[in-house]
């Protein structure tokens, strides 16, 4: 059946399909009452629709052989397929009168869907952000990742306290994958190598008495907006090979065998939940190589099919793309198989290699870069150990040619950290095998080329460049914010879903009042919608007509959470004082995960949840001050969290957030920013304008060279209201029945060698929110920064992010 024919089955109505898929496929009586399997009903209808087109994108890449990119990521967040499905393929209208035949509507049966959630944070986000962006571009890209068996924990709050769930996000099956068990690929693990000369003298090596584990792929449509295009993510899943099954079971030992499937199957068991944090977890470098290997041996599978043994255009047609350090490895495996199984020279292999291969950094925190120990690499990966110790000492060379008798450069610059315990630099192997390495915000890529890769950066700066990062606005505003998409296709015409600069039209509306009012009026709607959902998870009553205050975002000491439990404690300081004069009454929400094995950040929600508690418990707080922290944040809850808030906290230490991404799907739902001069903060405020954005605390520059010079004791003691607010902190007022609980909160706050700079940005952010609070009195004043922050916003979609991945980095003219 070829998709013409394929589509014209698919021409019965949509309502036909599910009645069919719900009887048939499913097995289920009478639709009706159960949404789960209406559900599941309409998403295999839906995916009936996805099908034709998919296999028409595979068939065009076939035909018109285009560079090709590879998207290699340890994490894709996904969320929710359903509603994203609809959206693209242009069948809501479609699908709300099928349901309404069902008695039913697509709010209460997309929500039970359960989140794909594969990734940590915004690392994860943005590459299904950018999944999204390239098919709805058409661009000829494909994700590689891992089918997490469990994804991101599941976040419950008992008495103040993180306890985290397993998230078996697949136990009602995934109807949005395909298993395509005859692409499965071999993994080699363990064993040693052995060199010797082939027939004809070569030197060759063997990699040999490995532990082998099978990888299957898993396939996921990824569906661009109303152009025809359906993109696959390919989700990696490990199997036991069948002969280790066999050998177990002839020597006689049969549940051996059966154990020997659940060793297998562990490797894409289990998400690390560390966001910007490594703990050197063997398993964890089994995942990195399983994925990278799997995904190039796939890729070059492909090749060899069509062409046979020649590589020489092989760079031409492929370019790979690293999300961060964790898939670098592939930059070795690379070499390996085209030198051990492809047959290749070095020279030529390391050509093909490095001209395909693009790196993204993510981070300058030193805890989240990754280095393994060598002997780790040693027995799981020995041959790629080899060869890494071959690239490494090539391009040394190469730097002592440049910087002659320069040892300790060629010492900083080399993959391998000397020490008792020497180690793998992981960003090192990523910028010496990569032709392209980018940062993800203007200031980020300028501390990357001045200050952990300058080594590299006067090597060659030719290869850095900086993308900084944007959202999908199919997502995070055409889904999410009905009401704004709404008023924005009345006002605009429907074409800035594509093209997001289409919102600068908007500049000029702030002017409008009836414009004002709704734009307004939707802002509402969407804040009751919010304030439901803080009352179903929280139990804390928020009142529409107050300020909602929003941090949501991983708890980490960078992002400062704790900054602003302090400004907390200074309301309620203020309330209790009756010094409410200059004050907005407000809701303050907080939501985040933290890593389990990450004390600080675990003490950090439980500090937000006491103070919440002290407050939402006295009756004269009601009228000026709610705190909630909602449970389990996700991408989900976030799709109604960032069109219901009015201020948008984006407080990290100035030089730590590389970018943020939460900032942006804030900015385009019209709330305004609190922030710092960091990460994408910088180009947001430079976009709406500085009067649109309450800029406080010190900027990257002064962190370095303010640290350890500060005196946290001197700022508290010389700042009434800072004295005010550690006296409430320090006397248990939070902790009656707990005594000392908070005390390395505290002490953090107090020592002179803070690194997150908390104390001396204390007295800025509070003079920053009372500017918020001077601002949000005059509503019409806010209402206008509001449009102001939305039709400013249209530089931050992951259209234009991938454009110029596309343009300079993917595509880029001249290159080839
Ligand atoms: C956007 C997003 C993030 C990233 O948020 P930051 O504020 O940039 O750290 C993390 N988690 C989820 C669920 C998101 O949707």
Known sequence: MNSTELNRRLDGTLNDDIDRHYALTLGRDEPGGSHRYLYEALALSVRDRLVARWRQTRHQLREERPRRVNYLSMEFLIGRSLHNAVLNLDLEDDVRDALQQHHSDLEDVESEELDAGLGNGGLGRLAACFLDSCASLGLPVTGYGIRYQYGMFQQRIRNGFQVEYPDGWLRNGNPWEFEVPEHAQRIRFGGHTDHYRDGSGRHRVRWTDTYDVLAVPCDMPVPGYRNGVVNTLRLWKAEATEEFNL??????????????????EQITMVLYPNDQSEQGKELRLRQQYFLASASLQDVLQQWHELHGPDFGTFAAYNVFQL????????????MRLLLDDYGLEWNDAWEITHNSMAYTNHTLLPEALEVWPVSLFEHLLPRLLEIIYEINARFLSRVA???????????????IEEGPEPRVRMAFLGIIGSFSVNGVAALHTRLLTSGLFRDFYEFSPQRFNNKTNGVTP???????NPGLKALLDDTLGDGWICHLDELARLASRGDDADFRERFASVKRANKARLAELVWERCAVEFDPDMLFDVQVKRIHEY?????????????????????TDTLQPRCILIAGKAAPGYAMAKLLIKLIN????????????????????????NVSTMEVICTGADLSEQISTAGKEASGTGNMKFMMNGAVTIGTLDGANIEIREAVGESNFFLFGLDADQVESQRGQTDPAALIDGDTDFSRVMQLLESGHFNMLEPGLFRTVIDSIRDPYDLWMT????RSYIDAQLAVDAAFADSEGWTRKCIANTSASGYFSSDRTIREYADEIWFRKGHW
């Not at 992002?559 to 010094?579: A, E, M, P, S």
Request: charged share 30%.
């Open 247 to 264: 050998d177990e079971f002839n020597a006689g030992s049969y549940t051996d065998a059966v154990q020997a499937r659940t060793r297998a």
């Open 323 to 334: 999300n961060d350090t964790h898939p670098t490895l592939a930059i070795a495996e690379m």
């Open 401 to 415: 040619d440049r910087w002659p008798g320069d040892v300790d450069r060629q010492r900083r610059m080399s993959i």
């Open 474 to 480: 199919r997502r995070w505003l055409s889904h999410c």
């Open 559 to 579: 992002k400062r959470q704790l900054l602003n439990v302090l400004h907390i404690i200074y309301r309620y300081d203020r309330v209790l004082r009756g010094d």
């Open 610 to 633: 006491n103070v919440a508690s002290v407050i939402n418990r006295d009756p004269r707080m009601k009228p000026w001050l709610r705190v909630a922290f909602l449970p389990d944040y």
């Open 759 to 762: 104390a001396a940005d204390f």
